[in-house]
């Protein structure tokens, strides 16, 4: 389908068979970004991974993602600063639960993952994060990334009608200049925190994180990772992974508690491999398929990012049709993970129809692609993985989950809401069962 908006032209993408062709087959031609107004904020644009041309600059940065910050590996030496987070998440639920008191599982999340990334990277938490920041509360620097999320994600006029520019009629091009700029002040105060610490004490000791290997890199060469270089990037990674992250998180914790025997399917899975009084570990996860294919399902019903958007580098043939250079494609994730024609009862939850199919989320199956396909795939969807599974393992592992009095499972609103990702309309509130 073709559309126009403005002065561009949008191809929609709804079938697997075309997706694969654009984003494999003609994988270079479809990698391309129309940058959108809001990313020229204080040169965003320039330095951003998300943004910037599938070209050399790009090329480095995905290299350093991939190879020095999301490898198995890494991720391996950094999961015991996970591991932490979300242990505090289980006290934080408890306490709630001893007092009866409902949780806005959303807004937990949310914090949990943003918490899980600073740990990752900075090896920081919320007090010494805030110390740093001065006066930046835990509550202000989650609105400062969702507004940054959200501004970049927002439909703007001047994107359709550049002319409106200079104007800027909604606001969106001061709104994302002043949360990027509060957002890249935080990171600058924490890099040159570190940095200070590298420099200055003998007995420094290296941590784990992925502040220590950027810092290795800018001064290695500083033409692969400059010092705007290594804040832009932090910028896009805690703004591209906290919201996908905890929406996941909602969106299956919501399925599960209105279909309660697939809840306690998940439960007991967990419970046989992991006694009570332990943590559900990282390493569990692949010997947990039921939770792997409840995460699968939870993706293909809710992908966080309904449509993948990219920009044609140049003319190509696809199917027998011209699409021209530049024009917008926009594959429609949410549509095709709900295609009747590909999916059984498509809009039922049924975590059962992934146990016994090689499909994952990688990529290579594009009838599900909630992290995209071919070079503009999400590099970070290896800690995603991790970050979703082992929030919700952990959710179930250490609490049964009841709704407010007088609302029944299959009662529970799952309308949803699309704004920078697609959430939940109205918040899932539940409250925490102990166990005796
Ligand atoms: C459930 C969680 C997540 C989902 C569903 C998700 C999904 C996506 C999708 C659909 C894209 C666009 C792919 C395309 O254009 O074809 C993307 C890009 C991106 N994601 Fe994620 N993401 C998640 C978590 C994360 C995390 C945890 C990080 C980093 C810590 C991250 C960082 C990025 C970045 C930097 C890009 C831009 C890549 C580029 O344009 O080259 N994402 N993600």
Known sequence: MSLKFGSRRTIVVSSPEIAKEMLQKHDLEFSGREIRDAARALDHHKFSVFWLPAQSQWRNLRKLCKERIFSSERLNASQGLRQEKVQQLCNYVRQHGLKGQTINIGEAAFSTSLDLMRNTFFSVDFAQFDSISNSNTSREIKEMV?????????????????????????GI???????????????????????????TSNTYLRKNDFLETLLDLNQQNESVLSYMGMKHLILDLLVGGTETSSVTVEWAMAELI?????????RDEIM???????????????????????????????????????????????????????ADLLVNVW??????????????????????TEIDVKGQHFELLPFGSGRRICPGLLLADRMAHLMVAALL??????LEEGIKPEELDMTENFEATINKAVPLKAIAVLEP
């Open 146 to 170: 969702w507004t940054a999320l959200k501004t970049a994600a927002s439909p703007n006029l001047v994107d359709y009608f550049p002319v409106l520019s200079a104007i800027d009629p909604q």
């Open 173 to 199: 091009r001061r709104t994302a200049k002043s949360s990027y700029g509060k957002l890249l002040d935080i990171i600058d105060g924490i890099i040159r925190q570190r940095s200070q610490e590298r420099n």
């Open 258 to 266: 209105r279909n309660p025997e697939k809840k306690s399917k998940a």
């Open 272 to 326: 046989e491999i992991i006694p009570q009084n332990e943590m559900v570990q990282e390493s569990d996860i692949s010997n947990l398929p039921y939770l792997r294919s409840v995460i699968k399902e939870t993706f293909r019903l809710h992908p966080p990012a309904p449509f993948l958007v990219h920009q044609a580098e140049s003319d190509a043939e696809i199917n027998g049709y011209m699409v021209p250079k530049s």
């Open 335 to 356: 549509g095709i993970g709900r295609d009747p024609s590909l999916w059984s009862d498509p809009t039922s939850f049924v975590p059962e129809r992934f146990m016994d």
């Open 397 to 402: 592992h250490k609490f049964e989950w009841k």
